[in-house]
């Protein structure tokens, strides 16, 4: 199965289909839908075919079963009372490795790179990113405001709902209160005042060294900001 396999309707039948009919039928309140979480990743690389992942031949097979998926599921009469699409992109800190398959690549993700993978306003609703800070000894350590900024220039101007789709830090290696000073930082980034106004949801990834309780500095953190005004 790759992006264009699907986009060209040779799954129409087997799943596409079955799927917005489940859909239809059994779905009393919206779902939020994102196809391919972290397109551009590693795990995806089988879906662009023959083709590198960063052909340009891979976004154009991505946003084109995209746009395919969204058609059927319209012509079988999916609506917004039951689908809420999702766009979820991932940020510069993940996959390392793998940006240097090309000379000719940046060595970040950033603008350019999502704009060559999205699929328009028009065709979306919620718009979010997968952000990630520092390793296990607290390499590659951004304060929250660091990690999302870039995010948020490109998303803020769109007609879109952007939000935070899963983020969280590992410990600062032999210092827990890094950790602790990461989450306190979320009520000065979101809600109407903070740096980032137009962002409404943000949700914790909730595993491995990512937990926000990998000590008990990091739960007093983030307990102390989920419970912050606004």
């Known amino acids: 199965m790759t992006w264009r396999s699907i986009a060209n309707g040779d799954w129409d ?3 596409i289909v079955p799927a917005a009919r489940h859909i239809v039928a059994n779905v009393a309140r919206p779902i939020v839908l994102a196809l391919c979480n972290e397109m551009m990743s590693k795990d995806f ?7 590198r992942r960063y052909d340009p031949e891979c976004p154009a097979a991505y946003k084109a079963m995209y ?3 969204q058609k059927v599921f319209a012509r079988e009469g ?12 991932m940020n510069v800190l993940l996959d390392a490795p793998a940006r240097n398959e090309s000379k000719s690549r940046k060595l970040a993700y950033g603008e350019e790179d999502w704009d ?14 997968n952000a990630f800070s520092a390793d296990v000894r607290g390499n590659n350590w951004v304060t ?13 101007p769109k007609s879109v709902q952007p939000f ?29 005042n903070g740096a980032f106004p137009r962002v409404r949801v943000a949700t914790i990834y909730p595993e ?17 900001a989920a419970n912050s005004p606004g």
Not at 78 to 84: D, E, S
């Open 78 to 89: 999916v609506t917004h009372k039951q689908v809420i699409w999702s766009w979820n992109t």
């Open 144 to 156: 929250l405001r660091q990690l999302y900024e870039p995010f948020y220039r490109w998303v803020a």
């Open 13 to 15: 039948a087997q799943l």
């Open 116 to 129: 060559e993978w999205y699929v328009g306003d028009e065709n979306v609703s919620w718009v979010g990113i």
């Open 164 to 192: 935070f789709h899963a983020f969280g830090t590992a410990e600062w290696y032999g210092d827990h209160t890094r950790k602790k000073a990461w989450y306190e930082e979320l009520p000065s980034l979101l809600g109407p």
């Open 45 to 51: 690389v089988q879906a662009c075919g023959g083709f």
């Open 208 to 224: 491995m060294k990512y937990d926000p309780q990998t000590s008990e500095e990091s739960i007093a953190g983030f307990k102390w």
């Open 67 to 69: 746009w395919h998926v």
